[in-house]
Nanobody
């Protein structure tokens, strides 16, 4: 069974870059047809798909976040990473990593505040 675990700072200052890592176990991030996804949920709002990286390394981004988002991977560590630049308090949310097979991490709270 695939397991995902998010890690990263819980507090980020406005204008800084938010960086989160998702560590995957029980499956390889290079396995054919696997897509590795970042999703967030701001307080009181619904889920927002942010972007994904495919087993091939191709990346896909939400149009609304594309200018600030970068997703990369480290195949040697079986991890993929989210970077979100120029954050504001509106980026405060629970951030999840997930896969297209339906597995999700437990989520990590990130607060943007000075």
């Amino acid at each position: 069974q695939v397991q995902l675990q998010e890690s990263g700072p819980g507090l980020v200052k406005p204008s800084q870059t938010l960086s989160l890592t998702c560590t995957v176990s029980g499956g390889s991030i290079t396995t054919n047809n696997y897509y590795w996804i970042w999703i967030r949920q701001p307080p009181g709002k619904g889920l927002e798909w942010m972007g994904a990286i495919a087993y091939s390394g191709s990346t896909y981004y939400s149009p609304s976040l594309k200018s600030r988002t970068s997703i990369s991977r480290d195949t040697s560590k079986n991890q993929f990473t989210l970077q979100l630049t120029s954050v504001t308090p509106e980026d405060t949310a629970v951030y999840y990593c997930a896969t297209n097979l339906g597995y999700w991490g437990q989520g990590t709270q990130v607060t943007v505040s000075s």
